[in-house]
């Protein structure tokens, strides 16, 4: 590109801020996803199990899910287009059907179990039944979406985003933070062996998993950003990934450190909201009632970002406009509002069965961040090809998310195949796997014949 511009984070012109800070928006709908309550769970469970051990990992999460989505960014800034509709024109149709079923699986499962989430929670903080608020909460993202489009979602993203860090802050003034001992959590160790690394898995997939990949070039697209807004989407990166995200992490992460690591809390058996209710006797009633607000808040914010990822690849691969002026489109968000009522009668508590989703969803994280990879590097797809220290970022979270989803594979088949959905994780990131490998082979078949 002699003579033109070279786009990187360096294109940030902090004389803007206040645009930015007025324009912004689409990566606070990932980041209203990332800063779910299943990444809440891993927090927790983090902090009251090995204290404040684990620092480095909560800091280091926040930074490679910003990676994630500036790559993610990139790809759908030069383009102007949905990944779907790249992955189709260029790889062919096989591979961008893989990825729609890739995705709408991580996603569909995971908005039944997050409505469970919202439901149980609602009806902890208002004793109303959680089968009412399924619905109430169901039929309000059919009107809200269906009704008012991206704007809505992208505003009530930025609402609750904003709601839950305030609160999480805020909590940290409540309860006794030992920075000595906190500051050596920034030391790189993985204690408790592979129940340490296992916990540190679910901090990391929190921040780097498919539906935040796959999303981001459509919500950009909702806002028309072209590469003529590439300084402000990584600015709206930074601000909603690194700083927001990051902060609710390390403010949950903190607290529970502080807290909760004590011999009298059952860090195994250790729930969201039982951590709420635990933080009553140990810091006072006003950190346990801002702790639920706050974990109510991620998971309505989560509800909504996570809606619209089946919609979005469903009406891009068949060609449909991805704005509720097209009817079609607008018919799919309904129908994923409504269905996701379904959720409330899901057995079990909803706190494994978040981190079982999240786990599943990286299985087909690999192939997706593959995908966007070898798209940014081939110059027929994108004016700028990704920088020598972009691709190895990208490199690094590819393989740490590969690894991850490797062990929680490994651990579901280590029981053996007689479980129906051990049979089904496992054949389904058998499938990814060699996906994976077969589009590295065409992809370097169709550069060879260049």
């Not at 209203?32 to 927090?43: C, E, K, N, Q, V």
């Amino acid at each position: 590109m002699s003579g033109e511009t070279r786009f990187s984070i360096w294109t940030v012109d902090f004389r803007n801020v206040g645009e930015y800070l007025r324009e912004m928006g689409p990566s606070w709908v990932a980041g209203a996803i990332a800063a779910g309550p299943a990444t809440m769970a891993s927090l927790i469970t983090a902090g009251a199990t090995f204290g404040y051990d684990m620092l480095w990992v909560v800091v280091l999460s926040a930074v490679l899910g910003g990676l994630t989505q500036y790559l993610a960014m990139r790809l759908g800034l030069f383009t102007e287009s949905g990944i779907v509709s790249v992955v189709e024109s260029t790889l062919g149709e096989t591979w961008a059907t893989l990825l729609v079923i890739d995705a709408v699986l991580a996603s569909g499962l995971a908005q039944l179990i997050i409505m469970k989430t919202v439901a149980d929670i609602s009806a902890t903080v208002t004793g109303i039944d959680a089968r009412i608020w399924g619905l109430v909460w169901a039929v309000t993202l059919a009107v809200g979406l269906a009704g008012r489009g991206y704007r809505f979602l992208e505003l009530l993203a930025k609402g609750l985003v904003s709601v839950v860090v305030v609160a999480f802050v805020v909590s940290l003034f409540l309860v006794p933070i030992d920075a000595r001992a906190a500051a050596t959590g920034l030391v790189p160790t993985v204690p408790g062996g592979l129940n340490g690394a296992l916990v540190a898995a679910g901090i990391l997939g929190g921040a780097v998993h498919i539906t935040l990949i796959t999303m981001q070039s459509y919500t950009m697209r909702a806002r028309e950003w072209t590469s003529r807004n590439y300084a402000l989407a990584t600015f709206d990166i930074g601000a909603s990934m690194l700083v927001a995200f990051g902060v609710y992490s390390l403010a949950i992460f903190l607290v529970t450190a502080s807290v909760l690591h004590t011999p009298a809390v059952e860090a195994a058996t250790l729930t969201a909201i039982q951590a709420a209710q635990t933080l009553g006797p140990l810091a006072g009633a006003n950190a346990k009632w801002l702790f639920l607000l706050g974990l109510w808040g991620a998971a309505v914010s989560t509800l909504g970002g996570n809606t619209i990822v089946p919609p979005y690849l469903v009406a891009d691969k068949l060609g449909w406009d991805t704005d509720i002026s097209d009817n079609r489109y607008r018919g799919l968000l309904v129908a994923v509002s409504l269905l996701s009522a379904g959720g409330v009668f899901v057995g079990g508590a909803f706190f494994p069965l978040l981190v079982l989703v999240l786990a599943f969803g990286l299985v087909g994280t690999p192939f997706a961040l593959l995908l966007v990879l070898l798209l940014l590097n081939d110059p027929d797809v994108v004016p700028e090809t990704n920088s020598l220290l972009a691709n190895l970022g990208g490199l690094v979270v590819l393989v740490i998310a590969s690894v991850l989803a490797g062990s929680f594979v490994r651990e579901q088949a280590a029981g053996g195949l007689s479980d129906p959905v051990t049979v089904f994780v496992v054949g389904f990131a058998t499938v990814f796997a060699l996906a994976s490998i077969g589009l590295i082979l065409a992809f370097g078949r169709r550069r060879g014949g260049k």
